[in-house]
Nanobody, 123 residues
Framework: QLQASGGGLVQAGGSLRLSCAAS????????VGWFRQAPGKEREFVAA????????YYADSVKGRFTISRDNAKNTVYLQMNSLKPEDTAVYYC??????????????????WGQGTQVTVSS
């Protein structure tokens, strides 16, 4: 089971750190991704990290502002979001990719999903 947390309401230019914690099984050997879905839009890729943490992958829209990291000892993946913009407003989801160990943006290759956490950025 994946539990995403850390969302909230923040002003434009502010920061939030999301956490994705796994319970019941370790996900330290799997790639983990963050996705988001705004109202009326499809779910889109945000960032991903390989199982070792050695490689990361970002959507162009967040590159340079968001940083994904992981602490396998804590079975947790983080998404540090800086310089937030109103267009970052969405429900953010974390997901685990069982069969692909590298960081990747392919939503259909993510197998287990958390419940989502709301991020709202006011202008």
């Amino acid at each position: 089971q994946l539990q995403a947390s850390g969302g909230g309401l923040v002003q434009a230019g502010g920061s939030l750190r999301l956490s994705c914690a796994a319970s019941g099984r370790t996900f330290s050997t799997y790639a983990v991704g963050w996705f988001r879905q705004a109202p009326g839009k499809e779910r889109e890729f945000v960032a991903a990290i390989s199982w070792t943490g050695a490689s990361t992958y970002y959507a162009d829209s967040v590159k340079g502002r968001f940083t994904i990291s992981r602490d396998n000892a804590k079975n947790t993946v983080y998404l540090q979001m800086n310089s937030l913009k109103p267009e970052d407003t969405a429900v953010y989801y974390c997901a685990v990719s069982i069969n692909i160990w590298l960081a990747h943006p392919h939503i259909d290759e993510y197998d287990y999903w958390g419940q989502g956490t709301q991020v709202t950025v006011s202008s």
